[in-house]
């Protein structure tokens, strides 16, 4: 016997099950769409043509710009637009 | 691979580290658990370029998921506020035994595709002979033999990654 017998592995193994697949999924995207969403709010204050785009028709003027909306939280960049 | 495919990797690898530290050492309901799970991919992902190094990366996470379950249970409006570094079993002891988890799966990493879901699903997901054996289209009765035999490819795995832990070398 060792100090890492295959009993002690199999309890080591059994120490990490998986976390919830959701919470997994969204920390794999959040991160990412936060960055996205930092771009997007700068350049819409340097450009207010963009801005009024936006505002007028926040997913439309997200495709024309070659953004994706789904990937993108829209309630937050409006909260972000408005204030 | 594209930064985030290097991303979604590095989240999975990191998942169930990060989340049996917070249930497990530092005993965090589920809600409060996602909540620090979230923070602590997103202040990785933010730190990100400081941690090229894949030796720091675990032990800088470890450390940020500590901080973070200890901010929220401070935080917590709770009646019974519990100090964890004083529970019988506490959260240095059980760190320990994650720390020593990670390295198993670690090297659990480096099996065959067909012995990481076996061991994986039997071990971590607790999941029966029957229903490993659908999943995989392998007979039940012969997943038993299959066990044993990938937990000794593991031991060597493990040991050939971690010279110390084999007390013979």
């Not at chain 1, 003027?61 to 789904?70: H, K, S, T």
């Not at chain 2, 529970?87 to 760190?95: F, I, K, L, W, Y």
């Not at chain 2, 994650?98 to 076996?118: K, Q």
Request: aromatic share 8%; net charge negative.
């Amino acid at each position: 016997m060792t100090a890492y017998d295959e009993q002690r592995l199999a309890e080591l193994i059994k120490a990490l099950p998986p976390a919830p697949q959701a919470w997994v999924e969204a920390a794999q995207v959040l991160p990412l769409a936060r960055g996205r969403l930092d771009d997007i709010v700068a350049r819409a204050e340097a450009d207010l043509a963009f801005r009024d785009a936006l505002v007028a028709n926040l997913e439309d003027a997200l495709r024309l710009e070659g953004y994706e909306p789904e990937t993108i939280p829209l309630d937050e960049l409006r909260r972000r637009l408005e204030s | 691979m594209g930064d985030e495919d290097a991303w979604r990797e590095l989240v999975t690898r990191f998942s169930r580290y990060v989340y049996a530290i917070c249930s497990q050492a530092y005993r965090l309901s589920q809600e409060d658990a996602e909540e620090v799970f979230q923070e602590v991919f997103t202040r990785t992902y933010e730190h990100l370029e400081k941690l090229r190094s894949d030796e720091a990366i675990r032990p800088w996470i470890g450390q940020l998921t500590r901080r973070t379950c200890i901010d929220r249970l401070r935080a917590g409006a709770r009646e019974e506020i519990v100090d964890p570094d004083t529970m019988p079993g506490g959260a240095d002891e059980t760190m320990g035994t994650l720390d020593e988890a990670f390295a198993v799966h670690e090297a659990m990493a480096t099996l065959s595709e067909n012995c990481r879901e076996i061991l994986d699903r039997f071990f971590a997901q607790d999941e029966s002979y029957h229903t490993i054996g659908a999943a995989l289209d392998i007979p039940s009765g012969t997943i038993a033999s299959r066990i044993s035999r990938c937990l000794s490819r593991l031991r060597e795995a493990f040991e050939g990654r971690n010279p110390a832990a084999d007390p013979s070398s």
